[in-house]
């Protein structure tokens, strides 16, 4: 089930489940809430989970174009306040890891903790500027097609080829409603967002949660942050790409418990 919620001028989607302490999942670029589908059943039995969609991805409100890494963050904290959950835990992949260091500097009294999965400290923080260059250049173009054009060209870069076909289904059907309208603002967000200054100055526990089959965030991004940040703990999930959580929900899910358990 989905409620809604307005926020900052915007209404914002999302899912809930369980009861205890609260855990909010953010997903990353070409994703909505529907990326959490194994989590938001199976740590249930011990959190209460809250995985939205950020602001022009599933049922949420298209963002103004100038919509910036700041301004989602700023709705992030908006969101969490009334929905009245505290000091939650943060769990963010890809763009939603960088969103959660986002939030984590502009608003420090809110996460509890924060789990990095398969995430960059922005793009401009983590990758080579080409790389950056062509991955923008890309996605300007696929905007302008239908995604059925496009989607399919993700897919290599976003699992191994191990992953199940059923998760290739349900990814690419969620990938299928992107309108350029959430993509572009997110994309170019991210794309100049570098947030390596702030690592050192994270202070809540930290688990940095990698495959060490992704291409899209390699092993170097994840030992890149955890020499950055402190006291940070760094899991990789062997055999296992860049969306983590889809393709390994059994052993994603294991490490979070541990962590979140200790913190």
Not at 182 to 196: N, Q, V, W
Not at 212 to 236: E, K, M, Y
Not at 238 to 256: I, M, T, Y
Request: hydrophobic content about 45%; overall charge negative; glycine content about 10%.
């Amino acid at each position: 089930m989905v409620d809604r919620i307005e926020v900052e001028g915007l209404t914002i989607a999302y899912a809930r489940a369980g009861s205890g302490p609260p855990l909010a999942l953010l997903h990353g670029g070409l994703g909505d809430h529907r990326a959490w589908r194994p989590q938001l059943a199976s740590l249930a039995d011990t959190f209460t989970v809250v995985a939205w969609d950020a602001p022009g991805c599933g049922g949420s409100s298209d963002p103004p174009a100038s919509f910036r890494l700041g301004d989602y963050a700023d709705v992030l904290a908006g969101f969490l306040r009334a929905l009245d959950l505290g000091r939650p835990h943060v769990l963010g992949l890809s763009f939603g890891g960088g969103l959660a260091l986002e939030l984590s500097y502009r608003h420090p009294e809110l996460p509890r903790s924060l789990v990095l999965a398969s995430a960059y400290a922005g793009w401009a923080g983590s990758l080579p500027a080409g790389e950056v260059e062509a991955r923008v250049a890309k996605a300007v173009h696929d905007a302008e097609r239908p995604p059925e054009e496009w989607v399919h060209s993700y897919l290599p870069s976003l699992f191994t080829d191990a992953v199940s076909p059923e998760v290739v289904a349900e990814t690419v059907a969620m990938m299928l409603d992107t309108r350029p309208a959430g993509m572009l603002p997110m994309l170019r967000s991210f794309a100049e967002a570098d947030l390596t200054d702030g690592l050192p100055l994270v202070r809540v526990p930290t688990l940095l949660l990698y495959g060490d089959a992704d291409v899209r965030s390699p092993p170097s991004v994840a030992v890149a942050l955890h020499d950055r940040i402190p006291s940070s703990q760094l899991v990789v999930l062997p055999g296992v790409g860049h969306v983590s959580n889809l393709e390994a929900p059994a052993a994603f899910d294991r490490a979070v418990r541990d962590f979140l358990a200790a913190a």
